[in-house]
């Protein structure tokens, strides 16, 4: 699958908001979005207003670029969430929610979700006591995930996991930091997800 490989901080700055790309930097003084809060490029700088249909493609780029999935996953997705009943654009974000390398970040394994997606990869995650390595899988309400045993010792995952103890974990999931294990207490609710997106726009813009 394609995958960004450029600078994400610039992600960032188009998109005029903290979009948590980059781990630790996100939180210091270094962020770029404290030392140039415009978008990049030569013409980054001037203001222009945003049309109906430049909202609505800023609040889908927003929520594609904070879970780093590409268009064709986020497409389906979205349609994922048509059929589903309730608010679509709610039913979007809480698919999102539930991919297990967000889940990985959520219980503070990474420092982004990008070194999430690596964890996952690398066979360093199991659900119900069976590893997967696909960090596109879809948790539900109930199930169990941890850092396999062995895994627990190595130095770079102990490392990111103490340097990530002092961040919250939501409470619709309950984390034991002693055995690197966490449970998927219920799938989150609108209020429940910090993403900065108005998401009807994004349902507007599918609509078209």
Not at 35 to 41: E, K, Q
Not at 177 to 182: K, S, T
């Amino acid at each position: 699958m394609a995958r960004y490989t450029g600078a994400v901080c610039k992600l960032c700055r188009r998109e005029g908001k903290k979009l948590f790309l980059k781990g630790e930097r996100c939180y210091s003084d270094k962020c770029s979005i404290g030392r140039r809060a415009y978008a990049p490029g030569q013409h980054g700088q001037s203001r222009k207003k945003a049309s109906g249909y430049g909202l609505q493609l800023r609040a889908k780029q927003t929520v594609r670029r904070f879970y780093g999935v590409q268009e064709k996953q986020f497409h389906h997705y979205f349609e994922m969430a048509e059929r589903k009943t309730g608010i679509t654009g709610e039913n979007l974000l809480r698919i999102l929610e539930s991919r297990l390398d967000n889940i990985a970040y959520r219980l503070g394994w990474a420092s982004s979700r990008a070194e999430s997606r690596q964890l996952v990869l690398h066979g360093h995650v199991t659900v119900n006591g069976k590893r997967v390595n696909i960090p596109s899988y879809l948790v539900k309400a109930g199930d169990v995930i941890a850092i396999c045993e062995k895994s627990r010792g190595l130095e770079s995952i102990k490392a990111k996991v103490e340097m990530n103890s002092g961040r919250p974990v939501p409470a619709w999931l309950d984390l034991n930091r002693d055995v690197c294990e966490g449970k998927v207490i219920n799938l989150p609710n609108r209020e429940d997800i910090d993403v900065p997106v108005e998401e009807h726009l994004i349902v507007e813009l599918y609509s078209k």
